[in-house]
């Protein structure tokens, strides 16, 4: 099947070929570029969404998204060169407090110490004194300008470090799934290939990558929560309430899941035992701390500030009444006190 492609120059449409041979004869016409880099770059871009820098120029390859996933698939099952590519890079926790890193931002600003690009997986080992792989996130952009990184000191534990890190260069990644085993600690790393330590940025392959990925199985970010909660149809609008970051963030949802469990803490409804397998974890989280009351420094608590709810109770959380919005006991209250509501989980 051709792959039509469509080019895009600063954001701006600039040619549509049929296929993907097409494309890279127009590209490499119109850079002066070897054929084959270009259609390696094409074939990394629409199934990446990996943008192609010349100078100060920005290109991106769009096919339909089917096709796209169906390659993706392709090229993954075959380790293909132009696959995405999985690494295994280490982080000093005694430098940066990446967990709470993680439990604060939707994304982190991470050192660039090789070329990672869109759609690399980083599989992070934390140093020091724990010594472990704990983390699995992806390259959501492989190259951020200066200009757009967030220089944040919060969770660095030297200012020295941060100063100097301003003249680094940077990707932009997020959190896909946490782990915390003893069975990734080096130890267990050594015993199924690896060499050595490790003290910077490799790829990983064969059995020690099979090895490493067989513990992360979720997407914390996948499917969870909704940016916005419905809240009322009004003459034909759709009116919402946006959740707030502190809500969407998947390492402190995670956190407040295992230890309030996936039933709304309003109405106790649990979606696996209506649902079944489908329903599995799934829940909302709500943020109980006035917003109001949140400093520019607040970092949540998942076990204070957090509690999981349904997505009913939840749109309910977030409408006002009298120009104040209701409690989760209030809203329990509520429910209980209706003769028509339905009181079979409370």
Not at 8 to 36: C, H, M, P, V, Y
Not at 223 to 238: F, N, P
Request: proline share 3%.
């Amino acid at each position: 099947m051709a792959t039509p492609i469509t080019i895009f120059k600063n954001n701006q449409r600039l040619r549509e070929e049929s296929n993907i041979q097409l494309a890279a004869t127009f590209f490499s016409d119109l850079l002066n570029l070897n054929k084959s880099k270009c259609f390696n770059a094409i074939e990394r871009g629409y199934t990446y969404n990996i943008p192609f820098f010349d100078q100060e120029d920005e290109y991106r390859f769009i096919a339909p998204k089917d096709i796209a996933l169906k390659r993706r698939i392709e090229l993954e099952e075959r380790d293909h060169h132009n696959a995405r590519r999985i690494w295994l890079i280490p982080a000093n926790p005694n430098e940066y407090d990446l967990e709470s890193a993680f439990g604060r931002y939707d994304f982190l600003h991470w050192r660039r110490s090789f070329n990672y690009e869109n759609g690399d997986i980083l599989f992070i080992y934390l140093s020091g004194y724990i010594q472990k792989v704990r983390y699995k996130v992806e390259v959501i952009e492989g190259v951020v300008r200066s200009s757009d990184v967030n220089y944040d000191l919060t969770f660095r534990k030297s200012e020295d470090q941060f100063e100097d890190s301003k003249e680094l260069d940077w990707s932009r990644i997020r959190l896909i799934d946490e782990v915390d085993t003893d069975l990734l600690s080096l130890e267990y790393l050594r015993e199924y290939g690896l060499k050595g330590n490790i003290q910077g940025s490799m790829k990983l392959m064969g059995e020690l990558k099979d090895y490493i990925t067989s513990f992360f199985d979720k997407d914390l970010t996948a499917e969870y929560y909704a940016d916005e909660v419905a809240e009322s149809l009004e003459e034909g609008k759709r009116k919402v309430v946006t959740v707030n970051t502190y809500e969407r963030n998947p390492l402190a949802r995670k956190r407040c899941m295992e230890y309030y469990g996936v039933s709304c803490q309003v109405c106790q409804i649990n979606f696996e035992k209506i649902y079944g397998e489908v329903g599995r974890d799934f829940i909302h989280v709500h943020h109980i701390k006035p917003l109001h009351e949140i400093g520019q420094n607040y970092v949540v608590d998942p076990i204070t500030d957090l509690r999981p709810v349904c997505p009913n109770c939840h749109a309910m959380l977030h409408r006002k009444e009298g120009g104040e919005y209701l409690t989760i006991e209030q809203l329990k209250n509520r429910i209980k006190s209706n003769p028509g509501g339905n009181h079979d989980y409370l």
